[in-house]
């Protein structure tokens, strides 16, 4: 992963032992309550979303910490999923509960994961990869639109995300590859999933399920910067308590993206059922590595995960 200068590392994460996160001010506003979607919008700029995409050739499906497998977050160099892969995923224009993650830190400038809407009480969760953390001055931006004026479901404040402490790059915590995240409502006081839809968080209902698998490559791996989809049945990742499926254009900066059970073409929502990440940030390394991806078996694990965001 590369790094960001120190002008841009202006400010960072804090991680308590709970797995709560929150975002220290980064004068977006007076402390971290400044932080709200009117300013994401403000600095989200389509001009500032176009500078912040790398054009330089990288490395995973993410943006992952240091000292992690890269993931799906940022690089695995290529344009387009090959010839070679048995099933291919499509460019469409995406869903409203789906979209991007955009933030400063580390060489998160650009949309580095993907994140969904997830159904919640206070209707103002999202859910991503654990090694999608959020930089300073993160922004959820659903159905993203690739240089479009205006975004067609604005632009949303990123406040505390919430993260398993005990997640790896490797080994058994790699299974606990997931986080939530609330976001903070819009400039007219309206909660994100009142405005987008939301999916259900549901257990995973088993190793071999059919499910609708939603990214956002980014550019440098893609130059079409555009959602892609496929539909897929899964299977077991041998040895870890994941899925897998097969199917090529997963490329970095889809980790995070939701597999979807149940996908209703008319509500534009499913059932989630997991999410790219897992075992080395969602998928093997190597130069084929968008053909094959994972997800995080859903147990009760990331519902107590869930619970811990909606009472904060």
Same mark, same amino acid.
């Given at each position: 992963?590369?790094? /960001?200068?120190? $002008?841009?590392?202006?400010?960072?994460?804090?991680? !308590?032992?709970?797995?709560? &996160?929150?975002?220290? *001010?980064?004068?977006?506003?007076?402390? @971290? +309550?400044?932080?709200?979607?009117?300013?994401?919008?403000?600095?989200?700029?389509?001009?500032?979303?176009?500078?912040?995409?790398?054009?330089?050739?990288?490395?995973?499906?993410?943006?992952?910490?240091?000292?992690?497998?890269? $993931?799906?977050?940022?690089?695995?160099?290529?344009?387009?999923?090959? =010839?070679?892969?048995?099933?291919?995923?499509?460019?469409?224009? +995406? /869903? !409203?509960?789906?979209? /991007?993650?955009?933030?400063?830190?580390?060489?998160?400038?650009?949309?580095?994961?993907?994140?969904?809407?997830?159904?919640?009480?206070?209707?103002?969760?999202?859910?991503?990869?654990?090694?999608?953390?959020?930089?300073?001055? =993160?922004?959820?931006?659903?159905? %993203?639109?690739?240089? @479009?004026?205006?975004?067609?479901?604005?632009?949303?404040?990123?406040?505390?995300?919430?993260?398993? !402490?005990?997640?790896?790059?490797?080994?058994?915590?790699?299974?606990?590859?997931?986080?939530?995240?609330?976001?903070?409502?819009?400039?007219?006081?309206?909660?994100?999933?009142? /405005?987008?839809?939301?999916?259900?968080?549901?257990?995973?209902?088993? #190793?071999?399920? *059919?499910?609708?698998?939603?990214? #956002? !490559?980014?550019?440098?791996? *893609?130059?079409?910067?555009? @959602?892609?989809?496929?539909?897929?049945?899964?299977?077991?990742?041998?040895?870890?308590?994941?899925?897998?499926?097969?199917?090529?254009?997963?490329?970095?900066?889809?980790?995070?993206?939701?597999?979807?059970?149940?996908? *209703?073409?008319? &509500?534009?929502?499913?059932?989630?059922?997991?999410?790219? +990440?897992?075992?080395?940030?969602?998928?093997?390394?190597?130069?084929?590595?968008?053909?094959?991806? %994972?997800?995080?078996?859903?147990?009760?694990?990331?519902?107590?995960? %869930?619970?811990?965001?909606? =009472?904060?």
């Amino acid at each position: 992963m590369s790094t /960001v200068g120190a $002008g841009l590392a202006l400010c960072l994460l804090v991680a !308590p032992a709970s797995g709560a &996160t929150t975002v220290a *001010d980064d004068g977006g506003g007076s402390g @971290a +309550g400044g932080w709200t979607s009117e300013a994401a919008a403000r600095y989200w700029t389509a001009g500032r979303m176009a500078a912040a995409v790398p054009a330089g050739a990288g490395g995973g499906k993410s943006a992952a910490a240091p000292g992690e497998g890269a $993931g799906k977050s940022a690089g695995a160099p290529g344009a387009r999923a090959t =010839a070679g892969a048995a099933r291919s995923a499509r460019h469409f224009g +995406g /869903v !409203p509960s789906v979209g /991007v993650l955009f933030s400063v830190d580390k060489d998160a400038r650009a949309h580095h994961c993907t994140a969904s809407v997830v159904r919640s009480p206070h209707r103002n969760l999202i859910l991503t990869a654990g090694h999608c953390e959020p930089g300073s001055r =993160a922004a959820f931006v659903p159905q %993203y639109r690739s240089g @479009a004026t205006t975004q067609p479901y604005g632009v949303w404040a990123v406040e505390r995300g919430f993260t398993d !402490p005990r997640r790896t790059a490797s080994g058994p915590g790699s299974d606990l590859d997931f986080a939530f995240a609330t976001v903070a409502p819009d400039g007219e006081g309206r909660a994100l999933e009142s /405005v987008t839809g939301g999916n259900i968080l549901l257990r995973t209902p088993g #190793y071999a399920t *059919d499910v609708t698998v939603i990214g #956002y !490559p980014t550019v440098r791996n *893609d130059p079409a910067d555009q @959602a892609v989809r496929c539909e897929v049945r899964t299977s077991r990742l041998t040895g870890q308590r994941q899925l897998r499926m097969e199917c090529g254009g997963f490329y970095g900066g889809t980790s995070g993206g939701p597999w979807l059970s149940r996908f *209703d073409e008319r &509500t534009k929502t499913g059932y989630l059922v997991g999410n790219i +990440g897992g075992l080395n940030g969602g998928g093997p390394s190597g130069p084929d590595s968008h053909r094959t991806s %994972y997800s995080p078996y859903y147990g009760s694990e990331v519902f107590r995960l %869930y619970a811990r965001a909606v =009472a904060a």
